[in-house]
């Protein structure tokens, strides 16, 4: 080697930042991702969904109804926690539904999924066809069916038939999950369980219910939420004395909308964050299966 490129290899190295020429290509390219458009957009995304929730946060505390800043209050909380006995009411209402119709829809969704699977018969496709029905047909369809139908029945409207209403149209999500589960079941364990002695109820209950739990759970999640959300089938099977929280808080907007809204909004938002928080282990077990 001679001086010339001895001096070439030197100035190289003094140039060439710590970690190499691959370290220095990647930098650059990280520096390019970084301004990247899919970021961008993402970025765009984050604010478009979570502006809202901090615009209604941050008037949850203002003094006024109007959306002038007059100032830091917490008197929309106070008249939510002393003076709203009828938005509670909803409110409890909608949580007695929610869970009672999700809870009926697992149950039911679950042995549904799980005999559909299990068993052959001549109207197995013609099953899974009409329990996807509710799940495609629009909101507004199934309110006025339903309606129909209680008519039809003479059934007094109220908790009941709302509770009827979103154990019908929860079901096919449950159904589905569970499915979506079953699908990947490998039966030879159901096999391996006969062969043991154990019998149909047996079989059910110690193997396939625990490896379609992750189904399950999150079934009963969707419907939970579906169903606390609900509002224009609930609002054909509705009766007196009887408004979910949808319901309620469309009656009140019609007259201008109330911070009170806005504070129970953000009560439920950190109760559910929360909640969310002292479950994450439980979560991240049911999303590892």
Known sequence: MNFKNVVRNFV???RTPPGGEAARHA?????????????????????????????LFL??????????????????YERL??????????FWHSVVIALGSAVSATIIGTLGAVGVNWYRFKLRSYVQTISFLPMILPEIIIGVSLSIFFAGVKARLGL????????????PFVFLMVMARLDEFDFSIIEAAHDLGANEPQ????????????GIVSGFLTAVTISLEDFV??????????????IYIYSAIRFGVSPVINALSVVMILGTVLLTFLLRNFLKYIAAK
């Open 203 to 214: 079989t059910l209950v110690k193997v396939i219910i625990p490896v379609c739990m992750p």
């Open 27 to 55: 930098r650059r390219a990280y520096r390019l991702r970084a301004f990247s458009f899919s970021q961008t957009v993402f970025l765009a995304t984050i604010v478009f969904l979570f502006l809202p929730l901090f615009v």
């Open 233 to 246: 089938i609930t609002s054909f099977v509705t009766g007196p004395g009887s408004s979910t929280l949808p």
């Open 12 to 14: 190289t190295s003094l």
């Open 160 to 171: 009941g038939t709302i509770l009827i209403a979103h154990i019908s149209f929860n079901l």
């Open 59 to 76: 008037y949850s505390f203002n003094s006024s109804k109007g959306m002038n800043w007059t100032g830091f209050s917490l008197v929309w």
């Open 81 to 90: 926690f002393l003076h709203s006995r009828d938005l509670w009411r909803a």
